[in-house]
């Protein structure tokens, strides 16, 4: 079974930093580019960031530009979100997820994590 599960999450003061974790498992994970995504109450689902299934290519909404990181690591089937310079409206659940290969679709979706960006 496919099994994404992300962790890191927690309580920052703006300015600070976290690094989410997801490790997932269940399915050839070096053959699947993988993303972040993140929602907060009453506010639409939002892709953040993405990462091809090598680690060559990456992309990155316009608000976590310059201060987010994806990266992954195949040999342990684990991608990771790198946040900096956080603020407030970064807080939201953060989930990690599987795109299909060869189009823009997500089947897959862990749990999700809570950032909690607050002074």
């Known amino acids: 079974q496919v099994h994404l599960v992300e962790s890191g999450g927690g309580l920052v003061q703006p300015g600070g930093s976290l690094r989410l974790s997801c490790a997932a498992s269940g399915f050839t994970f070096i053959m699947y580019a993988m993303s972040w995504h993140r929602q907060a109450p009453g506010k639409e689902r939002e892709l953040v960031a993405s990462?091809?299934?090598?680690?060559?290519?990456?992309t990155y909404a316009d608000s976590v530009k310059g201060r987010f990181t994806i990266s992954r690591d195949n040999a342990k089937n684990t991608v990771y979100l790198q946040m900096n310079s956080l603020k407030v409206e970064d807080t939201a659940v953060y989930y990690c997820s599987r795109k299909r290969v060869g189009i823009n679709r997500y089947d897959y979706w862990g749990q999700g994590t809570q950032v909690t960006v607050s002074s």
């Open positions: 990462i091809t299934s090598t680690g060559g290519s990456t």
